[in-house]
């Protein structure tokens, strides 16, 4: 094999795998995680039916990909925030700019949950989230977390599913986040 042959074999290693991701995310906005077939998605992708299975091995590794990469993408977001209410409309944000991989990372038994990517992304995004509450006056701060996360988690589910589109209407989400925020903790200064 010359150089230029294993360079262009490498960098459509790289591009397969992420087709088959980006085919995977549009197949679960579509139908669901439940309806992903790694034959579908060797479909949609062009490939051949095996590209999938060589790269994440089965379906549940395939969804455990889509979970790590949506876990590091929603570190990211959170990071640099500068309140927990700022983290909160982050995570709203990122649910309503991400909703495949939201419907993926919080789905444990459609995944593997000793995979080390999955492990270390989640890790860094609890780490975001935990980053909000730090220094915050009284209370548990592991219960004050699970408080803020139950409500952003909460609102960016019903919102992705629809059950508040009358509700929060043409205003992006995180702004109407701030809007339920404020009735429990008063306006920011």
Not at 20 to 35: H, K, N, Q, T
Not at 46 to 75: E, K, M, N, Y
Not at 80 to 105: E, I, W
Not at 167 to 189: H, K, M
Request: a negative charge; glycine letters at 12%.
């Amino acid at each position: 094999m010359t150089p230029g042959n294993a360079k262009r074999s490498s960098y459509h290693h790289g591009d397969l795998r992420q087709a088959v991701l980006s085919a995977a995310l549009e197949a679960i906005a579509a139908d669901g995680p439940g309806a992903l077939s790694l034959r579908d998605l060797a479909r949609r992708a062009g490939v051949s039916h095996a590209a999938p299975a060589h790269h994440f091995g089965d379906r549940t590794g395939l969804l455990t990909a889509i979970a790590a990469q949506g876990f590091g993408l929603l570190a990211d977001a959170l990071a640099g925030g500068t309140t927990l209410a700022d983290r909160g409309r982050r995570y709203v944000r990122f649910a309503a700019d991400h909703p495949a991989h939201f419907q993926v990372m919080f789905a444990p038994d459609l995944l593997r949950p000793d995979d080390p990517e999955l492990t270390a992304a989640r890790a860094r995004a609890s780490a975001e989230l935990r980053a909000g509450v730090a220094g915050l006056p009284g209370g548990d701060p592991r219960t004050t977390g699970i408080a803020a996360w139950s409500l952003a988690h909460g609102f960016a589910t019903l919102y992705l599913t629809h059950n508040v589109t009358d509700a929060v209407g043409s205003l992006p989400p995180e702004e109407y986040f701030d809007r339920l925020t404020g009735l429990l903790t008063g306006p920011e200064d």
